[in-house]
C-alpha cells in the first residue's frame, strides 16, 4: 500500500511539473533577448552621451511574437546585477514594445564610469529569463578630466636628415602593487598606434578617425588591464601624419598642421583600491622609427635594419633617445570614439602572377580592394623591394597608374637579411587590384604577397542573390565599393589624389548603405563632420571635413545630403536623436536656399554646381536640379519637423514645400506633363520629388520610359538621377522597364562593367571601353560607389523590404517582379531583427517565403488574381495562422502577418 501511494504520489507530481501551468508569473522558454547595443556599439567603452540609448532584439520561434513589457536594471557592479539590483537604474515593468532608442534616465553618469546591464520582456505568454549582462563604460566627459599634455617628436628631429621618419615615443613607468584595472585614453594630431609592453593596444589600423582638426579631435578608450605588471612597464607609441599633416584630398597638404602630436592617459586602479596615472608629458623620449616615410597618397618605407628590439618593452637602454617636445595647442573640443575604428577586414590571396617585363612580377588578387599589402620574402641585407599598386592592367599587362594622378601609391621594403620576412605598412591605404613587386633578381612565388582589405568595420547587413549571376555580381561590386569607401569617411574614391567626404557622393548612396550595412554609428559620426563644414549663412561644404581651401559649398544636390542623411538613417534605425541634432543645421540649409533663390527658383548663387554629374549627352538645366532638390530638402524638413513634434516649423515647411512646387511646376512642366529639357534626371526627379499635379504623373512616367526607349533602352542619368531611375519606374507601374535597363548590358548600363571584368562600382559609366581603352586619367576612378546607388532597387523594390514606419517596426514587403529574373532572395538585419524575402517563379505558379523578426508587423503584398487564389503554408489564407486580410486590388493580395516565417503560393498574375 505504502508503495502504492508514493507511487501515486511520484505521478501526481509529474503531471504538475509537465502539464500544469504554475501559478502567478512564469518564466518561458519561447522568447529570449539578445544583441544588447549600447549606442549601436557592443559594450563600448568611452561613451560621451550622458543619456545613452540601449537596444536589444527578441528572438522567438513563435509566431505573432511581441513584447508587451520590459524591465532593464543597470547597476554599477556585476555582483549587484546578479543580485538583480539596479543600482544606477531600475525601469520597473515599463508597458511598452520599444526595443531600440530606450534612452537612460538613471543616476547622473560620471565619468569613467563602468555600467553593467541586462533586460527581460513580457510577451503574451509570459515574462523572459534575464539577459546576457552587457556594459558600457563612460569616456572622460570634461576637459578638467584630461591630465596629458600633448608631445610630439624633438625638434632636432624634425629638423634634421631623418626629418620624415616617423617618431618612436616611449615612457618607462613602475607599477608598485597589483593591478585590479586600467584604462587608456589615446589620441592624436594624425595618426598613432601605441604598444605596452611589447604589446599593440586595441586593433584599430587608422585612429583617431578623421575629424576638423580644427574644431575637434576624437579619442579612443581601452582596457588594457592584461598588458600592464606589478614593476616596470613602458608605453611605446608611433606617430604619422594621416590626414592631419600629409596629403589629402585636391593637392592638400599639410592643412591642419605639419607635425602629429601625441596625447595619452594611463590610468590605473590597484587591488587595494589605490591609483596611478601616467601621461603623456616631458618625461618621455622620442627616437627615429625603421618607418623612413608614411603617406597615404605617396605610401610607406620602411627599412629593416633599423629595428631597435624592445623599443617597447622595459630593460631598453634609451640613453640616445632625446626628449619629446610639449606642445601648447589651441583648446580643442576632445570627444571619444562614437563608431566602429577603422579595422583590418579580410585579407585576398593572388589569384594569378605574371611578369610582362623583366624582374616586374604583377599579382591579380581578383578583387578590387582597399588596403595594403603584406610581404613576405627573403633576400639579402640592404635589398629594396617596391611594391606599386593599380586597379587596372594594361593591355601588355603592365599596371595603369595614370588615373591615380597625384598618388604615386607606392610601398618600399628595405631587407634585414634574417631570413623570411614578413612586413606591412601601417599607416596608408591604396585602391587597387594588381600589385607590382620590383626589387628582387628572382621570381618571389604567389606567397609574396597577400592583400590586407581595410574599413570602418561597419557589420554587413544585407544579402541578395538572384537567378542572374551578373545582378548578383553587380551587387558585390557595389559592396565592395562601399566597404573600401566608407574608412573613416564616406570618400568618393581610395585610389587618387582625392579620397574626400563628398557630399553628393554620399547623399545619392546613403539609401543604398542603410541596407548594405549597419552604417547608424558612422553616420552618427560623419554627420558632426557635416555640421563642423557648414558655412555661417547655412551653406553646407562640398565635402565633409571640409578641406576645400576656398570654401565651396551650396550645390544643388551635394548640399542637400545634410538633409538626406539624417533623415535616411532616422527612417533606417528609428533614430530621432539624430534628427533633433541635425535639425537646426537642416533648417539652417533650407533657408540658406530661400534666401538664394528668386521666386522660389534657384537660378543663381548655386555655388561650385556641378548639376547631374557625368551624365551621358543630357545635360539637365542646373537651375532646374537646384529648385527639385530645394524642394526636397523642405519637405523632408517640413516630416522631419513632424516627427519630432514641431507642428508650427512642419506647417511652414510644408507650405514652403508647396510653393516652390508650384514656381517648379510654372517654370518647368509644359501643360501636357513634359519637363524641360527632356532629359531622364529631370524626369524622375519631378516624379520622385512630387513636383507634378496629380493628373499629369502618369502621362510624365510615360516620357521617361519614351526617352529610356530611344535611348536605345540604356539611361544617361548622372550622379543625382541614377539612385532613382529605378524605384521611380517602378512606383510608376513601369515595372519591365525598370528590369529591362536593370539588365542592360550594352554601355551605358551597370552590368557593361560587370561585363568586362569590374569588381567594384566605376566612376564613368565608359571609365574603359573596348574600342577606346581608358577615359581621360584626370577623373577616372574604378572604385566610385555613386552610380551603384542602384542597389537599394534590389532590396527595397526586387526584394521588397522597406521601412512602414522608423526603424522598420513596421513592415512593408513588396517585391516587384518583372521579367528576367526567375527567383530572388533579399535579406537585411534590421535594428529589429532580421527580415527576408525569397520568390520564385515556376510557370503560372509565384512562391513568397517571407520572414518578419519578433516584435514587429508587416504587410506582406502578394501578386495574385485574389485572395482565393492565395495559400500560405498549404492552408487557404483565411484559415493560415498569424495573417489577417487586408485588401486584394490590381493583382495584388495585402496581408497582415505578425513575426514569424510565411510560405506563400499564388497564381501570378498576368
Given at each position: ?493 581610395p585610389q587618387r589624389d582625392e579620397r574626400l567626404g563628398w557630399m553628393g557622393d554620399a547623399g ?124 526636397y530638402s523642405t519637405h523632408l524638413l517640413a516630416e522631419a519637423c513632424a516627427a519630432l513634434d ?265
Amino acid at each position: 500500500m505504502n508503495r502504492l501511494i508514493i507511487l501515486g504520489f511520484v505521478v501526481v507530481l509529474v503531471a504538475v511539473v509537465l502539464f500544469a501551468k504554475p501559478f502567478g508569473k512564469k518564466d518561458f522558454s519561447g522568447a529570449r533577448t539578445s544583441q544588447l547595443r549600447c549606442e549601436y556599439l557592443r559594450n563600448p567603452i568611452g561613451i560621451d552621451a550622458v543619456n545613452p540609448r540601449l537596444s536589444w532584439i527578441i528572438i522567438s520561434p513563435r509566431r505573432g511574437e511581441h513584447q508587451t513589457a520590459y524591465q532593464i536594471l543597470i547597476a554599477s557592479s556585476p555582483e549587484l546585477l546578479a543580485r538583480n539590483r539596479g543600482d544606477l537604474w531600475d525601469t520597473g515593468k515599463v508597458l511598452s514594445d520599444d526595443t531600440s532608442q530606450i534612452v537612460y534616465q538613471g543616476q547622473p553618469l560620471a565619468s569613467r564610469e563602468r555600467c553593467y546591464w541586462k533586460v527581460r520582456i513580457w510577451d503574451q505568454e509570459g515574462r523572459s529569463p534575464w539577459s546576457a549582462v552587457a556594459y558600457w563604460e563612460m569616456g572622460l566627459l570634461n576637459s578638467v578630466d584630461w591630465m596629458a599634455k600633448w608631445i610630439s617628436e624633438n625638434d632636432a628631429l624634425t629638423g634634421g636628415p631623418e626629418a620624415a621618419a616617423l617618431p618612436w615615443l616611449r615612457k618607462d613607468f613602475d607599477l608598485d602593487r597589483p593591478v585590479r584595472r586600467a584604462v587608456l585614453y589615446a589620441t592624436a594630431l594624425g595618426l598613432y598606434q601605441v604598444n605596452i609592453n611589447g604589446h599593440r593596444v586595441g586593433d584599430h589600423v587608422f585612429a583617431p578617425d578623421w575629424t576638423d582638426y580644427h574644431k575637434r579631435v576624437r579619442y579612443q578608450a581601452f582596457d588594457v588591464t592584461p598588458l600592464l605588471q606589478q614593476g616596470s612597464n613602458t608605453l611605446g607609441a608611433i606617430l604619422a601624419n594621416g590626414w592631419y599633416g600629409g596629403h589629402i584630398g585636391n593637392k592638400g597638404f599639410q592643412f591642419y598642421g605639419k607635425t602629429p602630436a601625441f596625447l595619452a592617459q594611463l590610468e590605473v586602479t590597484y587591488d587595494d583600491g589605490g591609483t596611478n596615472t601616467v601621461v603623456t608629458d616631458s618625461s618621455w623620449k622620442s627616437h627615429p622609427s625603421p618607418i623612413l616615410s608614411s603617406d597615404f597618397m605617396m605610401g610607406e618605407t620602411y627599412d629593416a635594419q633599423r629595428e631597435v628590439a624592445g623599443w617597447d618593452k622595459p630593460g631598453l637602454d634609451d640613453g640616445q633617445w632625446l626628449p619629446v617636445r610639449v606642445r601648447l595647442e589651441q583648446p580643442i573640443e576632445l570627444q571619444s570614439q562614437v563608431m566602429q575604428p577603422v579595422r583590418e577586414l579580410f585579407e585576398l590571396t593572388p589569384r594569378k602572377e605574371t611578369e610582362p617585363q623583366p624582374s616586374h612580377w604583377v599579382f591579380d588578387l581578383g578583387q578590387n580592394m582597399v588596403g595594403v599589402v603584406r610581404l613576405k620574402v627573403s633576400a639579402p641585407a640592404g635589398t629594396e623591394i617596391t611594391l606599386r599598386h593599380a586597379e587596372m592592367l594594361k593591355a601588355d599587362g603592365t599596371i595603369y597608374t595614370n588615373n591615380l594622378r597625384g598618388a604615386p601609391s607606392t610601398d618600399r621594403y628595405i631587407c634585414d637579411g634574417s631570413g623570411l620576412e614578413t612586413w606591412q605598412p601601417r599607416f596608408t591605404f591604396h585602391g587597387f587590384r594588381y600589385v607590382e613587386l620590383t626589387g628582387l633578381p628572382e621570381d618571389p612565388g604567389m606567397h609574396a604577397v597577400t592583400g590586407i582589405v581595410i574599413g570602418s568595420a561597419t557589420p554587413q547587413t544585407g544579402q541578395f542573390i538572384c537567378s542572374d549571376s551578373r545582378v548578383n555580381r553587380l551587387l558585390s561590386n557595389i559592396q565592395w565599393g562601399q566597404r573600401g569607401n566608407y574608412l573613416s569617411v564616406p570618400t568618393d574614391c581610395p585610389q587618387r589624389d582625392e579620397r574626400l567626404g563628398w557630399m553628393g557622393d554620399a547623399g545619392v548612396f546613403v539609401g543604398t548603405a542603410v541596407y548594405n550595412a549597419d552604417v547608424a554609428a558612422f553616420f552618427s559620426k560623419w554627420l558632426v563632420d557635416v555640421d563642423d563644414g557648414q558655412s555661417l549663412q547655412g551653406a553646407f561644404s562640398d565635402v565633409s571635413p571640409n578641406t576645400t581651401p576656398n570654401g565651396l559649398s551650396g550645390a544643388p544636390g551635394w548640399g542637400d545630403a545634410g538633409v538626406i542623411c539624417p533623415w535616411t538613417i532616422y527612417q533606417a534605425y528609428g533614430d530621432k536623436r539624430i534628427l533633433e541634432r541635425q535639425l537646426p543645421a537642416m533648417i539652417k540649409w533650407v533657408e540658406y536656399l530661400r534666401q538664394h533663390s528668386d521666386s522660389f527658383i534657384r537660378d543663381r548663387d548655386r555655388g561650385n554646381d556641378y548639376g547631374d554629374w557625368l551624365s551621358i549627352h543630357a545635360n539637365t538645366r542646373k537651375d532646374l536640379i537646384g529648385t527639385a532638390y530645394f524642394a526636397y530638402s523642405t519637405h523632408l524638413l517640413a516630416e522631419a519637423c513632424a516627427a519630432l513634434d514641431r507642428s508650427d516649423d512642419a506647417a511652414k515647411y510644408d507650405q514652403l514645400f508647396k510653393d516652390i512646387k508650384s514656381a517648379f511646376i510654372k517654370t518647368y512642366v509644359t501643360p501636357d506633363g513634359h519637363i524641360s529639357g527632356n532629359t531622364q534626371t529631370a524626369y524622375v526627379l519631378a516624379l520622385k520629388f512630387d513636383l507634378l499635379p496629380d493628373d499629369l504623373r502618369a502621362r510624365t512616367a510615360q516620357y521617361l520610359v519614351d526617352n529610356i526607349k530611344t535611348n536605345g533602352w540604356h539611361l544617361s542619368t548622372g550622379f543625382l538621377g541614377v539612385g532613382f531611375l529605378l524605384p521611380v519606374l517602378a512606383q510608376a507601374g513601369e515595372t519591365e522597364t525598370a528590369y529591362r535597363l536593370l539588365l542592360q548590358d550594352t554601355y551605358p548600363s551597370w552590368l557593361f562593367p560587370v561585363e568586362h571584368g569590374a569588381t567594384t562600382i566605376w566612376e564613368r559609366w565608359d571609365g574603359w571601353m573596348p574600342d577606346k581603352g581608358f577615359q581621360d586619367p584626370e577623373m577616372n576612378s574604378f572604385n566610385h560607389y555613386a552610380l551603384g546607388s542602384c542597389g537599394e532597387f534590389l532590396f527595397a523594390d526586387v526584394g521588397g523590404i522597406r521601412p512602414a514606419s522608423p526603424g522598420f517596426k513596421k513592415i512593408l514587403i513588396a517585391p516587384v517582379i518583372g521579367d528576367g529574373l526567375k527567383w530572388a532572395s533579399t535579406s537585411y538585419y534590421s535594428i529589429h531583427g532580421k527580415i527576408s524575402s525569397w520568390w520564385k517563379i515556376d510557370g503560372d505558379k509565384l512562391a513568397l517565403e517571407v520572414t518578419v523578426p519578433a516584435n514587429t508587423t508587416a504587410t506582406v503584398c502578394i501578386p495574385a488574381t485574389s485572395a482565393a487564389t492565395v495559400s500560405e503554408g498549404g492552408k487557404p489564407l483565411d484559415q493560415a495562422d498569424g495573417l489577417k486580410l487586408l485588401q486584394q486590388e490590381n493583382g495584388k493580395v495585402y496581408v497582415e502577418a505578425g513575426s514569424g516565417t510565411y510560405k506563400f503560393i499564388s497564381e501570378k498574375p498576368d
